[in-house]
């Protein structure tokens, strides 16, 4: 299983970085090549909440879906990830003076073969942007 972690410090109450990232609504802003969600279901406790999210690689959109496992406000969040990209997505956020550093680690399988491969490749390099959006 292929596993990808990356960083970054922003410089930003944690509050305000954990909204965003834990605002369905904003997965495009930060997740690179989503472009777009839907079918969100968000609970004061969050564990449990749910959305799909369409990812677009090389011009093919995948479907998907995911649910929160763990939430920890201003803490630390985990997510599944299902559909073609199965596994799990873990961010945590660590308070550094006036800012916060942000870590996401994804741990994922991918299928398709020799396709599956190239995808892995694309998917490797985005996963490892990291976009201010705060």
């Known amino acids: 299983m292929p596993i990808v972690e990356n960083s970054i410090v922003i410089n930003a109450p944690v509050e305000k970085v954990f909204g965003v990232i834990d605002d369905p609504a904003r997965v495009p802003e930060y997740f690179s090549g989503v472009v777009g969600v839907s079918d969100y279901k968000q609970t004061p406790e969050r564990v449990g909440d749910s959305l799909k999210f369409t990812y677009s690689v090389l011009g093919i959109h995948f479907e998907v879906p995911s649910s929160v496992l763990e939430w920890d406000e201003n803490v630390r969040m985990v997510s599944s990830l299902g559909g073609a990209f199965p596994g799990v997505v873990t961010t945590t956020f660590d308070v550094q003076g006036d800012g916060v550093k942000v870590t996401q680690r994804f741990d994922y399988s991918i299928k398709g073969g020799i396709l599956g491969k190239a995808l892995n ?14």
């Open 121 to 134: 490749a694309i998917l490797v390099e985005r996963m490892k942007e990291v976009v201010s959006f705060v």
